[in-house]
């Protein structure tokens, strides 16, 4: 395998790992506040749809992110009051919101548009624009080789849609209001104990309302990057298991963002590699894509048995909290 | 608290639950254009019009009352079996080997094979899960779930390189031989005088399941294990006070949900498709969600569910024939369904309680 070949694995890889680095941190939040979900998933997918649905109506792809975002939104307020006002089932809930945005996003979209259930194709301002950053080459099919410095840089590091630049910076973003902002740490409070942050006067129900809104957010950027990013418009059932992935790189971090960074880029280069190889011979074994397409599952399976380490969530993680009287 | 009547909690809460979604799916469709009226008088004449048409709605509800039965027996134990769809593959799986590589001289004995192969298919698949569960402490919910996608990835790979015949392109197994495929329900009514299509999928496996529905209503309310699960389901720390191993009980659980789930693969692989399909499952191991919720977790009302979400599955197919509008309205129906039933219960409940008890101090 050549420089070029390498790099433009490394350059897809974060293509890919852009939407599960959004729904991780996603899911993050949600769940160090003590609430599960397993509705990212259909957020994301319903995300998606409205995004496409909007910069196509519009010819904005702006427009497209906000309606991605206000639908995630909403679905994610469908599971707040589930799981906090009427203290249901969060599991539960999460599998009925996937279900409602795989329903949901195929009815409108074959009767909006006569294409069965996929959107028209985005163009121009409707879609996201790949960012050249400065002292970048642009690369085009003819493009003379380079250093190897300016052939990374300008390969894998410029060359993406703004939400990809976004989502790195959500990183560092969520690290600090974790651990160093009072929400941060009451947010980490109430998954842990949530009588202890009740009895200190801190309301449970909107530190969760409001870490399910963040998710609703954040998984509302995943499904427009998916749209109007990484394709140019919206197939149905498009986000394919990319929530449940993320869920896993969520569980593969143990709830932190850094390690989510890094989960969701080995995810993302597995990703990357199943499309580009299929099948790999490594010479004495060959390995399978279905293989490589599972890794992921079977990974999070191994860590969440503690094989390797161990990831222990939240401690109140899928209960509803029940004031006291 | 006031609590509801008995009937009112098991008959009432579901049915408005019902309505509920029944009514957000008819203004979903008059929002698209549709007539909501219309579109239930299709799905009604097309699942239920005539014996042909029943057919399909059995078929499906055969499927349902599988999984159903499966999601029921471990939502009893307090565990929630999100796998299975997974578990139906491996049963799949099952079926078509058991199938394919013993040469039956008859259905009957090919039947009892493909019982006995799908069970501990299914079962196997839900058994390390389980397993990670109550000795690893994983979470179950997350482990069935990654099994889903792991199961998909490994029929992928049997079907393509080991079960596909030669010079064939799609992946899928060879056919079975004629000699193992299952008499349809329209034959063995036919032997006792009814008369019923035979031109639809409807087949014996019917009968296989609402035996087991029986099965599991007896195990759980007059066995031994039955009432261990339950009580391990209606509080652990008891449970363990009173000696039960709740690893023992997680193991049971799981294998009894696994194996329900891999028979299914009877009716689906067996019963219609007659060779190993990559989707044989069809979505079926996730409907058994709602239909457990739907039926209370009781096998009478899950055999009730299934044939409802028979009907909504057929008829979704000929609202998909016969109007513009798409299949995946029942989609959205079952999601509603799940979440009313299963996430928003109180939210239907606590006004009946209210109701209730008005009624109550006024007589």
């Given at each position: 395998m050549d420089l070029v070949s390498f790099l433009q694995i490394l350059d897809s890889t974060i293509r890919l790992a852009t939407p599960l680095l959004f729904a991780c941190l996603a899911g993050l939040y949600s769940e160090r506040s003590g609430i599960f979900d397993i509705g990212l998933e259909g957020k994301m997918l319903v995300a998606a749809f409205a995004a496409a649905a909007a910069a196509y109506a519009t010819g904005s792809v702006w427009v497209g992110v906000l309606a991605g975002i206000g639908a995630s939104m909403l679905f994610a307020a469908i599971h707040g009051l589930a799981?906090?006002?009427?203290?249901?089932n969060q599991l539960i809930s999460g599998v009925a919101i996937n279900f409602l945005a795989s329903g949901l996003t195929v009815v409108l979209g074959t009767s909006w548009f006569h294409l069965g259930g996929q959107s028209p194709a985005l163009t121009g301002g409707a879609r996201f624009e790949d960012i050249v950053l400065p002292f970048a080459t642009q690369i085009t099919t003819n493009t003379p080789p380079l250093g190897l410095l300016d052939e990374v840089y300008s390969?894998?590091?410029?060359?993406?849609?703004?939400l990809v630049y976004v989502s790195f910076l959500t990183v560092p973003v969520t690290w600090w209001i974790l651990y160093r902002t009072r929400f941060g740490l009451r947010l980490r409070a109430v998954g842990e104990n949530p009588a202890a942050v009740d009895t200190a006067g801190v309301s449970v129900t909107g530190l969760r309302y409001a870490a399910v809104a963040i998710t609703g957010l954040l998984c509302g950027l995943a499904g427009a990057y998916m749209s109007t990013?990484?394709?140019a418009g919206f197939l149905r059932?498009?986000?394919?298991?990319r929530g449940y992935i993320a869920l896993a790189a969520l569980i593969f971090a143990k709830w932190r963002p850094w390690y989510a960074l890094m989960a969701c880029m080995l995810f993302g280069l597995l990703d990357a590699v199943a499309i580009r190889f299929q099948n790999i011979n490594l010479g004495f074994v060959v390995v399978p894509v279905q293989f490589t397409q599972a890794l992921p599952y079977i990974l999070t399976v191994i860590i969440l048995a503690g094989f390797v380490g161990k990831a222990i969530p939240?401690?109140?993680?899928g209960e509803p909290y029940v004031k006291e009287r | 608290m006031d609590k509801l009547p008995r009937w009112a909690d098991v008959v009432l809460v579901p049915l408005i639950c019902l309505i509920i979604a029944f009514v957000i799916c008819g203004v979903l469709i008059w929002g698209i254009g549709q007539d909501p009226a219309d579109a239930l008088k299709i799905m009604v004449q097309g699942s239920l019009g005539s014996t042909y048409a029943w057919g399909y709605t059995l078929y499906y509800a055969t499927n349902f009352m599988f999984t159903g039965l499966a999601v029921s027996i471990a939502f009893q134990a307090?565990?929630?079996?999100?796998g299975g769809e997974g578990q139906a593959t491996l049963g799949g799986l099952g079926v078509a080997l058991s199938c394919l590589l013993i040469p039956w001289p008859h259905w009957t004995l090919a039947l009892i094979g493909s019982i006995a192969a799908s069970a501990l298919f299914g079962a196997a698949w839900a058994l390390i899960p389980a397993w990670l569960q109550a000795r690893?402490?994983?979470?179950i919910v997350i482990t069935t779930m990654m099994f889903n996608f792991i199961s998909f990835a490994l029929m992928n790979y049997v079907l393509v390189n080991m079960l596909r015949p030669l010079?064939?392109?799609?992946p899928a197994s060879a056919r079975f031989p004629a000699a193992v495929n299952l008499p349809k329900l329209g034959d063995i009514l036919g032997l006792v005088g009814i008369p019923f299509?035979?031109?639809?999928?409807?087949?014996i496996s019917l009968l296989i399941a609402l035996a087991a529905a029986v099965g599991v209503w007896a195990l759980m309310w007059h066995t031994r294990l039955g009432y261990e699960l339950r009580a391990f389901g209606k509080s652990e720390k008891a449970a363990v006070y009173a000696g039960i191993s709740p690893v023992r009980i997680t193991l049971y659980a799981l294998a009894l949900s696994g194996g329900l789930s891999g028979m299914m693969a009877i009716n689906a692989?067996?019963?219609?498709?007659?060779r190993l399909l990559l989707n044989s499952v069809e979505g079926a191991g996730f409907i058994g969600i709602a239909v457990a919720l739907m039926g209370r977790n009781h096998p009478f009302g899950i055999v009730l569910a299934s044939i409802l979400f028979g009907f909504l599955y057929e008829g979704g197919s000929q609202l998909a024939l016969g109007t513009s509008?798409?299949?995946e309205v029942i989609t959205v129906l079952q999601a509603l369904v799940i979440l009313f039933?299963?996430?928003?219960p109180y939210m239907v409940q606590k006004p009946l309680e209210h109701l209730f008890a008005l009624r109550r101090r006024t007589a």
């Open positions: 799981s906090i006002t009427f203290r249901g390969r894998v590091i410029s060359g993406h849609s703004i990013g990484l394709s059932e498009m986000t394919a298991g939240p401690r109140a993680g | 307090s565990l929630f079996n999100i690893r402490g994983s979470h010079g064939s392109m799609d299509s035979s031109k639809n999928p409807a087949n692989v067996q019963g219609e498709a007659h509008i798409p299949r039933t299963g996430a928003l």
